[in-house]
């Protein structure tokens, strides 16, 4: 019926090394090998490598990607230099440098080098070490727009990285750094010189217009969550209140992964016999699916729980998290049929 690139979302701790946190894509990790002719300026190649991490073979990690350099859009962040002009890799960072200037003058002023590089299906943030991103993601560019977050990550004292309940207490203690990270890219996606990670995607400015319940959380952790991200104690209750009425979870490994938030489906009203489902797709979109046919002019309703539990456990769901009794037709005709079967009991218990 309709889908969206969700305004908002992260990745679970527990998940951030194989799910993707832009497209929630999740691929069995792989390594694919590509030759390239490295292009070259009188000021360099435009490449930052970094031997911090090993790897089989001595390959170098290239680290940065100058933009609008001469390999920008050719080389990526993630890759690594295999062999340079027909010579496999030695010594990482230091030998693929005393190769390149070899490969420099043999072949003349301004000439490519050959090179083989060795690309990642996903690659990890060495920074935070809490986010990795698929190779399209890699090659649109969003590695640097990460960067904003992971820095404003490492910037955390340990005591929060660490996920250990010291901040936000019991609500960081269940999800660990989660809840943090999620504040965390609210106020970078915000900040002017900053802005979306896509032009594809829901406005962040858009989960204004979604609903939001009162948060039991105590206004020191609030404050405390508030401190630590840089938002206002307002914005990270009014956040977590939506998470918890409005986010969709994003399944991946037959597991809870993450979560999204959209305007689209938080625009979608409740029902316990939906005719449409809200769905995290394989590309990381957000779409709502038709479960019946729907007749034009008809509302397209989801629903917020599981529809295959009692009355009851339904209505304890909604009304704790959501904040409303639900009188769909099944609630009406499940309570019709409860007070009948009440009422017989209580006649057969008269007689």
Known sequence: ???ATPALSVVFDESVDEVCGFCFA????????????????????GLILDDRRSWTGGAALIAGVVKDGPN????????????????????????????????????????GVPAVLSRPSRVQCQGCAKFCACTGCVKAGRLEWHGHECRAFQALPPSAKGGNGQAGGDLAKQVDTSVLRLLLRFRVTLQPEVGEWSTDKESTT?????QRNPVNLERSQLATLASLTGVTSNDAGALISMVRTNACQVQRNGKKAGCALSALVGWHNHDCTPNAAATVMGDGRLSICALTDVAPGAEVLISYINVSEGREARRNVLSKHYGFECRCDKCKLEQRASLKSALRESQDRRR
Do not use: Y
């Not at 999740?26 to 190649?45: D, H, K, N, Y």
């Not at 858009?206 to 979604?210: E, Q």
């Open 206 to 210: 858009a989960l204004t217009s979604l």
């Open 72 to 111: 920008s859009g050719a080389v990526f962040i993630g890759d690594r230099i295999v062999s340079i002009d027909g010579t496999p890799v030695v010594g990482g960072h230091e030998g693929a440098i005393g190769q390149l200037k070899a490969a420099c003058e043999k072949l003349g002023e301004g000439a």
């Open 1 to 3: 019926i309709a889908s």
């Open 26 to 45: 999740c691929e069995e990790p792989s390594q694919i090998e590509e030759a390239v002719v490295l292009q070259r300026t009188a000021t360099g190649f």
